[in-house]
């Protein structure tokens, strides 16, 4: 199944992009369906740069190849998505629940397909051998560094969670080599996250990263990526779009990391749940 979200990762990357590959992405935004039956040489001469520029342009949007690419593009446009306005007076209310419905699956779904097995693994080596892990990350991200906390913190790890810089700081200030951040931020660019990643990769240590397509300056500075495909308007009452494909995101990493530990992670998550039984009502719904 082809991998969605192929415009929105370049409609997010396009500032940071170097000239030759910001021409080959504003040709394709221009002309999406002309790009899908092109050839590498073909995009090349019509968006006037060069076969290298295309190829560098398909692997710093971590496409595997441009026919990867091109059939990312073919399920987009298939789906025909359109960014969410939220703030619309002469919507009616079943046109603004569709059309919120409609960006919010959307999403989820492409952020979850973005999701590659390999970076999977590496961020569950890192968890695994981890003597602590912070996670950090600032306003609605501070809704996934708690759920980041509370999920892994189920399963017998080490987590600290938090909002606040200076308690980041304070937490990383002891920093072990075994030590692992995982930093989340929509943007990228996030400066009180943006700093505290860079204290860490000063100092050698693993980051891992829930983040914006990996052309920002927070996926620069990780070990590991994972991706959030969003469509976000500048303005608007709150994320929704990026903060569910994130916590969809930790729910694929926990998901991941239960199955390839599975005795430990059944026997962690028996203790926890025996830990809290006495304070739970039976309702039928646990």
């Known amino acids: 199944?082809?991998?969605?979200?192929?415009?929105?990762?370049?409609?997010?990357?396009?500032?940071?992009?170097?000239?030759?590959?910001?021409?080959?992405?504003?040709?394709?935004?221009?002309?999406?369906?002309?790009?899908?039956?092109?050839?590498?040489?073909?995009?090349?001469?019509?968006?006037?740069?060069?076969?290298?520029?295309?190829?560098?342009f398909c692997q710093r949007l971590q496409f595997k190849s441009f026919p990867d690419l091109k059939l990312s593009i073919v399920a987009d446009l298939s789906q025909n998505n359109q960014i969410f306005s939220?703030?619309?007076?002469?919507?009616?209310?079943?046109?603004?629940?569709?059309?919120?419905?409609?960006?919010?699956?959307?999403?989820?779904?492409?952020?979850?397909?973005?999701?590659?097995?390999?970076?999977?693994?590496?961020?569950?080596?890192?968890?695994?051998?981890?003597?602590?892990?912070?996670?950090?990350?600032?306003?609605?991200?501070?809704?996934?560094?708690?759920?980041?906390?509370?999920?892994?913190q189920r399963l017998g790890y080490n987590v600290w969670a938090t909002s606040d810089f200076h308690t980041a700081a304070t937490l990383l200030a002891h920093f072990d080599p075994a030590d692992v951040l995982i930093a989340v931020s929509y943007s990228g660019g996030t400066t009180d996250v943006l700093e505290i990643a860079q204290w860490i990769h000063a100092h050698g240590g693993p980051i891992i990263s829930i983040t914006g397509y990996g052309l920002s300056p927070l996926g620069d500075l990780s070990t590991a990526v994972l991706p959030i495909v969003a469509s976000e308007v500048p303005l608007r009452v709150g994320a929704a779009g990026s903060l569910l494909a994130a916590l969809a995101i930790v729910n694929s990493l926990l998901l991941f990391l239960v199955n390839k530990y599975p005795e430990r992670s059944v026997a962690a998550l028996s203790q926890t749940k025996n830990a809290v039984a006495s304070h739970v009502i039976p309702t039928g719904l646990d």
């Open 1 to 56: 199944m082809p991998i969605t979200g192929a415009m929105e990762r370049i409609r997010q990357n396009l500032d940071r992009l170097k000239p030759s590959e910001k021409r080959v992405a504003l040709w394709i935004l221009d002309n999406p369906t002309h790009c899908t039956n092109l050839s590498v040489r073909e995009l090349a001469e019509v968006s006037r740069t060069s076969q290298s520029a295309v190829i560098r």
């Open 86 to 152: 939220e703030i619309n007076p002469n919507s009616s209310f079943h046109a603004i629940r569709a059309a919120l419905e409609e960006s919010l699956v959307t999403s989820i779904k492409n952020s979850l397909r973005g999701v590659r097995e390999d970076a999977l693994e590496q961020v569950c080596q890192l968890i695994v051998s981890s003597r602590r892990i912070v996670a950090f990350g600032s306003g609605a991200s501070a809704v996934v560094a708690t759920d980041i906390q509370q999920k892994l």
